[in-house]
């Protein structure tokens, strides 16, 4: 892991798939990113807004999965990607990056693939029309699940940068 020149800070980088985020995630990753002295990057097919803090913001093309693939070329081992797409976190996954949902799910090698597959079925049922999608909204339960697990997510990183 590099370390930023004149600094012992670790450079780590929160990578952030900011099409579908939250608001109250992008204020909080960027508040704790520069809190902690690390940088943050928004990827998007438009600018998305922060209320807080310093992050740089890509905008990526309108094809199909820019953002993802923008992420996904630039992360290195040891940075965070936040991103609710579950293919997304499978490829990032398979590339031993550290990568979390909104709602502070953690994604592992031990458990994507059982997610890829739900997922799948899911979608199966929905086209076949026996379940409806519908999107849940976003709470203060699902916010606190989230910075729960960033704020384990990125410390564990910042220790392991450390030694």
Partial sequence: M???SGTNKPQITIWVDADSCPSLVRNHTVKMGNKLGLKVVFAANKAIACDTGKFEMVICGTEKDAADNY?????????????????FADRLVEKEINCINDRGTEFTREMIKERLSTRDFDLHLAEI?????HHEGYDKKKFAEFANSF?????????QASC
């Fill in 2 to 4: 590099t370390e930023v």
């Fill in 71 to 87: 992420i996904f070329d630039n992360c290195k081992a040891g940075d965070l990607v936040i991103t609710r797409d579950i293919v």
């Fill in 129 to 133: 029309g026996l379940v409806k999608h």
């Fill in 151 to 159: 704020d384990k997510v990125i410390h564990r990183l910042i220790k």
